[in-house]
């Protein structure tokens, strides 16, 4: 008969190498996004022209910050275009972008129409901007309007794609995580990310998938043009996704890179957008319903481990049974390991130092999330921003 301390001793062992595992994973892939550093502007004569094209549903409260960071950019101001799309907003966007528009001749103030059957809205207003555009204008930037941007973003991005023949470069942003909501499950979940993605692999030309972000995405008109532009990916609630993949199966290199040194943001301002935003995309993200549960599952269960294994181990331990002894070993290492991640997590984002010791709250609070992102599916409806989309 096999013995509850032989149990916790191969359990903890287990637990240990999946730990171990998993960390040396997300380590390795520390280097797999080349990182964008702030460049030199280009002459005006040798500068490309690029279009920035924001698309703004009741964003008040960030689109001036981010109109302000586009109008800062050190970039000749007869190669920029910033086009701004009001998607029926309820708010003041639209006046707010007027009044920016009304001093600098380089903005322009768009209504996207009403939303046409089966698009989505920001894809809808992505599409209806580049329309506006010259179909000679080179380079296309599509910026979210929670993002901040560097003074040399622009032309350090423009840089990188020249330099590297890119076709469609995307940019993951460093986050400003300020309410508890943020600092509690962004970090997890781009642990998560770390942990469960092998970017060098999904990053090679002949993969069949890519890693993007519709936050801040530069690619070539030409490429763009070529598949159809957004009108493709109408229909699509992961629309940076689906889009870069539409572009890598015709043969165009997509990359993402890190661009945290010259663009930030924030994404969501408490449990009110982080919920429901994460929710929209997140069994996307995670390839589908059953592996959006599973990887919930395995988070739950290996960051409460952290917790429960060691104190079982102990408890035995002290009771006298040598088993458990030996398991709190292997049990106190992996939970040295999360913990330390964890709280070096919280070191890098600037946040508390507490909050890399209630991590298991975080995974536990993020399945509830996927959760509730099956759960949409299930029901065939997604809400976001007022609009419920099939």
Same mark, same amino acid.
């Given at each position: 008969?096999?013995?509850?301390?032989?149990?916790?001793?191969?359990?903890?062992?287990?637990?240990?190498?999946?730990?171990?595992?998993?960390?040396?994973?997300?380590?390795?892939?520390?280097?797999?996004?080349?990182?964008?550093?702030?460049?030199?502007?280009?002459?005006?004569?040798?500068?490309?022209?690029?279009?920035?094209?924001?698309?703004?549903?009741?964003?008040?409260?960030?689109?001036?910050?981010?109109?302000?960071?586009?109008?800062?950019?050190?970039?000749?101001?007869?190669?920029?275009?910033?086009?701004?799309?009001?998607?029926?907003?309820?708010?003041?966007?639209?006046?707010?972008?007027?009044?920016?528009?009304?001093?600098?001749?380089?903005?322009?103030?768009?209504?996207?129409?009403?939303?046409?059957?089966?698009?989505?809205?920001?894809?809808?207003?992505?599409?209806?901007?580049?329309?506006?555009?010259?179909?000679?204008?080179?380079?296309?930037?599509?910026?979210?309007?929670?993002?901040?941007?560097?003074?040399?973003?622009?032309?350090?991005?423009?840089?990188?794609?020249?330099?590297?023949?890119?076709?469609?470069?995307?940019?993951?942003?460093?986050?400003?995580?300020?309410?508890?909501?943020?600092?509690?499950?962004?970090?997890?979940?781009?642990?998560?990310?770390?942990?469960?993605?092998?970017?060098?692999?999904?990053?090679?030309?002949?993969?069949?998938?890519?890693?993007?972000?519709?936050?801040?995405?530069?690619?070539?008109?030409?490429?763009?043009?070529?598949?159809?532009?957004?009108?493709?990916?109408?229909?699509?609630?992961?629309?940076?996704?689906?889009?870069?993949?539409?572009?890598?199966?015709?043969?165009?290199?997509?990359?993402?890179?890190?661009?945290?040194?010259?663009?930030?943001?924030?994404?969501?301002?408490?449990?009110?957008?982080?919920?429901?935003?994460?929710?929209?995309?997140?069994?996307?993200?995670?390839?589908?319903?059953?592996?959006?549960?599973?990887?919930?599952?395995? @988070?739950? !269960?290996? $960051?409460? &481990?952290?917790?429960? %294994?060691? *104190?079982?181990? /102990? =408890?035995?331990?002290?009771?006298?049974?040598?088993?458990?002894?030996?398991?709190?070993?292997? @049990?106190? !290492?992996? $939970?040295? &390991?999360?913990?330390? %991640?964890? *709280?070096?997590? /919280? =070191?890098?984002?600037?946040?508390?130092?507490?909050?890399?010791?209630?991590?298991?709250?975080?995974?536990?609070?993020? $399945?509830?999330?996927?959760?509730?992102?099956?759960?949409?599916?299930?029901?065939?409806?997604?809400?976001?921003?007022?609009?419920?989309?099939?």
């Amino acid at each position: 008969m096999i013995r509850s301390g032989h149990i916790l001793l191969t359990l903890s062992l287990v637990w240990f190498a999946l730990v171990a595992w998993l960390i040396l994973r997300a380590w390795g892939q520390r280097g797999a996004l080349p990182r964008v550093v702030p460049a030199p502007v280009a002459a005006a004569g040798a500068a490309e022209p690029v279009a920035v094209i924001v698309p703004a549903r009741d964003e008040s409260a960030n689109i001036e910050p981010c109109v302000r960071s586009l109008q800062a950019q050190r970039y000749p101001p007869e190669r920029l275009r910033i086009v701004v799309i009001d998607d029926a907003s309820s708010d003041d966007t639209a006046a707010i972008v007027a009044r920016l528009a009304a001093e600098d001749p380089r903005i322009t103030l768009l209504h996207a129409p009403a939303l046409p059957p089966g698009w989505k809205g920001k894809v809808h207003a992505s599409w209806f901007g580049v329309q506006s555009l010259p179909p000679e204008t080179p380079w296309l930037c599509f910026l979210d309007a929670d993002m901040r941007a560097h003074p040399l973003a622009l032309a350090s991005a423009l840089r990188a794609a020249q330099s590297g023949a890119i076709d469609l470069l995307t940019l993951a942003p460093r986050h400003d995580l300020r309410s508890f909501a943020e600092r509690l499950i962004l970090p997890c979940g781009l642990y998560l990310l770390g942990f469960s993605q092998d970017l060098t692999r999904i990053q090679a030309p002949d993969s069949d998938q890519v890693v993007a972000t519709g936050q801040f995405m530069l690619i070539r008109r030409s490429a763009y043009d070529a598949i159809g532009g957004y009108a493709i990916v109408r229909e699509s609630i992961c629309e940076d996704v689906d889009l870069a993949l539409g572009l890598k199966r015709r043969g165009f290199r997509v990359l993402m890179q890190d661009g945290s040194a010259v663009l930030s943001t924030r994404m969501y301002t408490g449990w009110g957008t982080l919920w429901p935003g994460i929710a929209k995309n997140l069994i996307e993200m995670l390839g589908g319903a059953p592996r959006t549960l599973a990887t919930a599952l395995c @988070a739950v !269960l290996l $960051a409460w &481990a952290a917790v429960l %294994l060691p *104190l079982l181990d /102990a =408890l035995g331990c002290s009771a006298g049974r040598h088993a458990e002894c030996v398991a709190l070993v292997p @049990a106190l !290492l992996g $939970a040295g &390991a999360l913990f330390g %991640l964890h *709280l070096a997590g /919280a =070191l890098h984002f600037g946040i508390p130092w507490w909050y890399g010791l209630i991590f298991p709250i975080g995974y536990a609070t993020g $399945a509830c999330i996927a959760l509730d992102s099956v759960r949409w599916r299930l029901v065939g409806r997604v809400h976001w921003k007022g609009r419920t989309y099939p």
